[in-house]
């Protein structure tokens, strides 16, 4: 097979296509659809995993001290958490910044501070931010093996939530994405089949007269790789124009949401769905031409 023969190769799967268009239609549109959903699962991940980061990248730990810790102990702990590593800031608050916060939160009138009588049951605490997210898992394990800690919170609860959910959201995505490509494969597979059926007399003379596989198979490769590829382009099209208008409502609408806008990894998925689609085309074709050749 030379290269003289390509354009050959693209003029018959070209009239094909022609020929069974209700059929390339209908296979264009079913990878059109299922590629449009396997972009909406591959983008809820990216989303979920960029939520994830940024919760991780901004969260702060507390360390909460025993509430009877000297104020010249809990001033001289500031050295030590700022030597461990992984800890970028520690701020010291004291229980009377603390109580003021409260009062400031609350009001200072509410029955929550009308109970307390000029008390002050709060105790000192730092506020540590680290230089990566990885760390604070480190941290807070260190920190809370100190002396006079009585306590550490970094909201890892929230945290764990929004993993499993990742995780979740993974696992059904991969379900849809096998089940949707399958079913895309297959379709294209029998489009491809028909064309071969009507021409399976022409295909055994040509393998009569000393044609070589690949030369019969080109057409129909091609044929589904045409269909597989311009259906997964209808669907990044689409997709992206979509989820950008929903980024454009969310970010108006959903102040503490921010969605991923880097247009590297947009164009990553879009780029991702192009080749699945693509591939499913060439494959599906490939497996509906191969019984024809054993002539």
């Known amino acids: ?28 549109m079913t990878v059109t659809v299922s590629m449009f959903i396997v972009g909406i699962f591959m983008l809820l991940v990216v989303n979920a995993n960029f939520f994830l980061d940024n919760l991780q990248a901004s969260a702060e730990i507390a360390v909460f001290l025993h509430v009877d810790t000297p104020r010249e102990e809990a001033l001289a702990m500031e050295e ?3 030597a461990v590593p992984g800890v970028s800031t520690a701020r010291f608050v004291s229980k009377e910044e603390g109580l003021e916060q409260l009062s400031s939160r609350f009001g200072p009138e509410t029955d929550l501070m009308l109970a307390l009588d000029g008390g002050n049951p709060l105790p000192d605490y730092y506020v540590l ?19 006079y800690v009585e306590k550490v919170d970094y909201g890892q ?20 994405i096998v089940v949707l490509f399958l079913s895309a494969m297959f379709l294209i597979s029998t489009t491809i089949k028909l064309t071969v059926f009507s021409r399976q007399k022409e295909i055994k003379v040509m393998k009569y007269v000393g044609s070589s596989d690949s030369f019969i ?3 129909f490769l091609i044929k589904g790789t045409l269909l597989g590829l ?7 099209g689409a997709l992206y124009i979509s989820y950008y208008m929903l980024v454009d409502n969310m970010t108006a609408a959903i102040t503490f949401v921010t969605p991923m806008t880097d247009m590297l990894v947009i164009f990553r998925v879009m780029g991702a769905l192009v080749a699945s689609g693509t591939l499913i ?6 497996f509906s031409i191969r019984r024809y050749l054993k002539v």
């Open 1 to 28: 097979m030379g290269i003289r023969n390509v354009g050959y190769f693209f003029s018959q799967a070209l009239q094909s296509i022609g020929r069974n268009r209700l059929m390339s239609l209908a296979t264009v």
């Open 80 to 82: 030590t958490i700022r």
């Open 129 to 147: 931010q680290v230089s990566e997210p990885e760390y604070l898992s480190y941290v807070s394990q260190s920190v809370e093996d100190m002396e």
């Open 157 to 176: 609860s929230v945290m764990e939530k929004v993993f499993h959910l990742v995780e979740y959201i993974s696992y059904i995505g991969m379900v849809i």
């Open 217 to 219: 198979r080109a057409p």
């Open 230 to 236: 311009v259906g997964a382009l209808i669907a990044a």
């Open 281 to 286: 085309g060439l494959i599906g074709s490939n």
